[in-house]
């Protein structure tokens, strides 16, 4: 093995992760692609128990596959691997998506458990970032997972199965939310965090933040200080005034004014402020002074732990 291709299947976006592999077990990342998906799409606006993946939604992600195949074959020597969360882990019926992704490649798909991704995020970070104590948070497109950091060693672990397309359908995040709104939006995710006993220890610790829309917040900061280099965004560290003032800037624009903003990515306007406002709520509770956004997450930490065990 030279290459290890890693399809990652999430709930706004497919990804392709091309890593080369060197002697001592490393790895390096030549190649990524990503293509919205939105493979959760519909998932936030059915009232049933029974969440299901849209045929639509489906479809665009096997074109998805389809196009990754073309690109990774030119890569000879390879280890193909594939890995989904949310929006397939919740779906009553995505046997047929799994069936179709290996018919396609030949791979199984590994689906991730809440704990798994949470876990997995905490190893892509501490593998990459020089922090002692922090607060890890995977804002994703159907879940949030949130990781305590003690001494570089996790000390809570957990998943909250509400991400920023689900808040953002079930709360009309979409379009500029009225004050009804936004009052229920904040007292859900009040209540998620009070289930959360633990999280009260995480008073005043830097918060690492991972997932699209966070790192769509970084590049319109960036834009904001007149940086250039907007897809260098791991490690970026930027006080929490920052952070809310971008989400304040938001929160009275529609889709097409969000779409105007320097930074922002087109294709997450209708969903970054789904994705935000638990962030934003996370950082008034705890206090936390400045937030520091990630590159490396569950899709790094699942090939740390996949090539250990390969050795």
């Known amino acids: 093995m030279e290459n290890l291709v890693i399809l990652d299947f999430g709930s706004n976006s497919a990804r392709l992760a091309i890593n080369r592999i060197s002697a001592d077990g490393n790895f390096k990342e030549i190649k990524r692609i990503k293509e919205t998906t939105r493979l959760a799409e ?17 479809e665009r992600t096997l074109n998805a596959v389809r196009y990754f195949i073309k690109v990774y074959q030119n890569y000879p020597h390879s280890k193909v691997c594939a890995i989904a969360t949310a929006a397939v882990r919740e779906a009553e019926n995505s046997a047929f998506f799994l069936q179709s992704v290996k018919a396609l490649t030949g791979v199984d798909v590994k689906i991730l458990s809440g704990q798994d991704e949470a876990y997995y995020d905490y190893l892509g970070v501490v593998n990459s970032l020089p922090l002692k104590d922090c607060l890890i948070v995977d804002m994703g497109g159907g879940s949030c997972e949130i990781i305590l950091v003690r001494d570089r060693k996790a000390q809570h672990l957990t998943c909250i199965p509400y991400g920023a397309i689900s808040l953002t359908e079930r709360f009309g995040a979409e379009k500029v939310m009225n004050a009804q709104q936004l009052f229920k939006f904040q007292n859900f995710v009040q209540e998620q965090y009070q289930k959360l006993e633990w999280l009260k220890q995480a008073h005043g610790v830097p918060i690492v933040l991972l997932g699209g ?23 970026f560290k930027i006080p929490r005034k920052d952070f ?26 209708d969903i970054i402020l789904g994705g935000m406002t638990p962030i934003v709520m996370l950082l008034q509770v705890l206090q936390s002074s400045n937030v520091v956004f990630s590159e490396s997450g569950a899709r790094e930490g699942f090939m740390h732990t996949f090539l250990k065990q390969q050795n």
């Open 244 to 269: 809310t003032d971008v989400y304040t800037d938001l929160l009275g624009k529609n889709r097409r004014e969000r779409k105007t903003i320097s930074g922002m990515e087109q294709n997450r306007a």
């Open 42 to 58: 519909g998932m936030g606006q059915q009232n049933s128990t029974k969440k299901m993946l849209e045929p639509k939604a489906v």
């Open 213 to 235: 829309c966070n790192r769509t917040v970084a590049r319109i900061q960036k834009r904001r200080l007149h940086q250039s280099n907007l897809e260098q965004i791991h490690g």
